[in-house]
């Protein structure tokens, strides 16, 4: 486990940890939550969250345009 920064998504911080090769946890700061979990190869995608999905996706879409992950030119998130 890694931890790779820190995103602020409407008002509220959340950790991006790296748990595996292209394998990402993300948790709340607020109360310290696991929120959701998203995989970046062989291209992104959120697999789980307790995160309205709108809000997960802006999540992820902070820490990928935030270099917090280890992605190399390989996403399409819609």
Same mark, same amino acid.
């Given at each position: 486990?890694?931890?790779? &920064? ?13 748990? &595996?090769?292209? /394998?990402?946890?993300?948790? @709340?700061? /607020? =109360? =310290? ?5 998203? @995989? ?10 307790? /995160? =309205? ?12 345009? &935030? ?5 190399? &030119? @390989?996403?399409? /998130?819609?």
């Amino acid at each position: 486990m890694r931890v790779k &920064g820190m995103v602020q998504v409407s008002g509220a911080t959340y950790r991006v940890v790296r748990v &595996g090769m292209g /394998l990402y946890d993300v948790v @709340r700061l /607020l =109360d =310290d939550a696991p929120v959701g979990r998203f @995989r970046t190869v062989p291209h992104t995608v959120v697999e789980t969250t307790n /995160l =309205d999905p709108e809000l997960m996706n802006q999540v992820v879409r902070a820490a990928i345009q &935030g270099a917090k992950t280890s992605w190399v &030119g @390989r996403i399409s /998130l819609a």
